[in-house]
T-cell receptor, first 114, second 113 residues
Framework: DAKTTQPTSMDCAEGRAANLPCNHS???????VYWYRQIHSQGPQYIIH???NNETNEMASLIITEDRKSSTLILPHATLRDTAVYYC???????????????FGSGTRLLVRP | NAGVTQTPKFRVLKTGQSMTLLCAQD?????MYWYRQDPGMGLRLIHY???????AKGEVPDGYNVSRLKKQNFLLGLESAAPSQTSVYFC????????????FGSGTRLTVV
């Protein structure tokens, strides 16, 4: 699976959009981009995933650049409850046995300020 | 709707003792996983299972064994606990190789003294 690079920490004001970047310059054509978050002491929570098109769900939007070497997770109106560590992960959907694995890096610690 | 349930939530072991962590899911998921998380680090995969009766090694399998005798349960065993196994353990399950995401349990905090 491709390696990802994320900033160690970020902050934003409550009610504003939080834009979390992720670089995955070695991503291959059939690898998807996934985002999870982990609120303090809880298990990780799936947020969103995509291949090459932008995606949106009730939690967030995912913008993937045309060359797919980077992406941005957008929380449109951040709340205090969005304070968490956000993980960007790339992985295969099919193929070898290793595609089942979800490999976590260190993530970005997002602090939402009142 | 329970999702993924881990027991126990907390445990303190002495070096050399053994224990089993239980993970149960009620979503009829085929795939189940055990991760550990150490302070300030991301999650690391210990073992995983792609169906009842199957298990496979992840990134950090040494010192752990697993069993998947029933589809809904995935057990993680420590035969002889070591202080290096002090960690928070998370279990997860997924449908269809996790294409639409994994569901994680709330974790087991294990301390080995």
């Amino acid at each position: 699976d491709a390696k990802t690079t994320q900033p160690t920490s970020m902050d934003c004001a409550e009610g504003r959009a939080a834009n979390l970047p992720c670089n995955h310059s070695t991503i291959s054509g059939n690898e998807y981009v996934y985002w999870y978050r982990q609120i303090h002491s809880q298990g990780p929570q799936y947020i969103i995933h995509g291949l090459k098109n932008n995606e949106t769900n009730e939690m967030a939007s995912l913008i993937i650049t045309e060359d797919r070497k980077s992406s941005t997770l957008i929380l449109p109106h951040a709340t205090l409850r969005d304070t968490a560590v956000y993980y960007c992960i790339v992985r295969l959907q099919r193929g070898m046995d290793s595609s089942y694995k979800l490999i976590f890096g260190s993530g970005t610690r997002l602090l939402v300020r009142p | 709707n329970a999702g993924v349930t881990q027991t126990p939530k907390f445990r303190v072991l002495k070096t050399g003792q053994s224990m089993t962590l239980l993970c149960a899911q009620d979503m009829n998921h085929e795939y189940m996983y055990w991760y550990r998380q150490d302070p300030g680090m991301g999650l690391r995969l210990i073992h995983y299972s792609v169906g009842e009766g199957t298990t496979a090694k992840g990134e950090v399998p040494d010192g752990y064994n697993v069993s998947r005798l029933k589809k809904q349960n995935f057990l993680l065993g420590l035969e002889s606990a070591a202080p290096s196994q002090t960690s928070v353990y998370f279990c997860a399950s997924s449908r269809d190789r996790g294409i639409y995401g994994y569901t994680f349990g709330s974790g087991t905090r294990l301390t080995v003294v």
